[in-house]
């Protein structure tokens, strides 16, 4: 089945600094590739997805990039604001399976 | 409406106690998802639904029983529950590409999860 990697496990930066999340994934069948926010006590929100006839996806300060040859995707913060904090877990679809998770990123943006 | 409502929030439950965890949502989706999630974990799948109809049970201790009556309902009958099944329980939904129950490849919108406690 599908393998979905996650780096960094944590991230801190700055408020207006970038932040870059990256994922691989192991199927090359996949083919939709969703980025979800999740606050303390709510459900995973979707904030940004690409497909795999896409190379990049942007959404104001959010952009997401997809290399299927190296199989890997990354969002993109810019501008990172405070209400950015949260854990960012990205995901990975192959046709007729359902969601793979990575293990997520905790992002910490100070004021 | 672009929502998955869960209730309850909150639930405290003993383990001998029997009781329902309900998900609704009316964007016409054809797919329904239960999942649980353990603090500073992603989401782990239990059960799908598709077209009212259970399409993948990943496992799951049949102490822990879905429904779904209707496409907008989804339920999960727990029963006997442990203490490490103290956890998040999601719903989800999503566009079923097509009538054949394949295709999880659209959008999944969760909902705010029930945060369980066994006790």
């Known amino acids: 089945g599908e393998n979905v990697e996650q780096h960094p496990s944590t991230l801190s930066v700055q408020e207006g600094d970038s932040a870059v999340i990256k994922c691989t994934y192991s199927?090359?069948?996949?083919?939709?590739f969703p980025w979800y926010k999740q606050e303390l006590g709510k459900g995973p929100q979707l904030i940004i997805d690409?497909?795999?006839?896409?190379g990049e996806k942007k959404d104001q300060r959010i952009a997401v990039t997809l290399n299927k040859t190296a199989k890997h995707f990354s969002l993109h913060i810019t501008e990172t604001q405070p209400e950015d904090s949260a854990v960012y877990f990205c995901a990975a679809v192959s046709g007729y399976s359902t969601l793979t998770f990575g293990k997520g990123t905790m992002l910490l943006v100070s004021p | 409406d672009t929502e998955v409502t869960q209730t309850p929030k909150h639930l405290v439950m003993g383990m001998t106690n029997k009781k329902s965890l309900k998900c609704e949502q009316h964007?016409?989706?054809?797919?329904m998802y239960w999942y649980k999630q353990k603090a500073k974990k992603p989401p782990e799948l239990m059960f799908v639904?598709?077209?009212?109809?259970?399409?993948i049970n990943e496992s799951v201790p049949s102490r822990f029983s879905p429904e779904c009556p209707n496409s907008s309902l989804l339920n999960l009958h727990l029963h006997a529950l442990q203490p490490e099944d103290s956890a998040l329980y999601l719903c989800a939904s999503s566009q079923d590409r097509n009538g054949q129950g394949g295709g999880f490849n659209r959008g999944y919108t969760f909902g705010s999860g029930t945060r369980l406690t066994v006790v």
């Open positions: 639904y598709s077209y009212e109809k259970l399409s």
């Open positions: 964007m016409g989706h054809r797919a």
């Open positions: 690409i497909r795999s006839n896409v």
């Open positions: 199927d090359s069948a996949s083919n939709y």
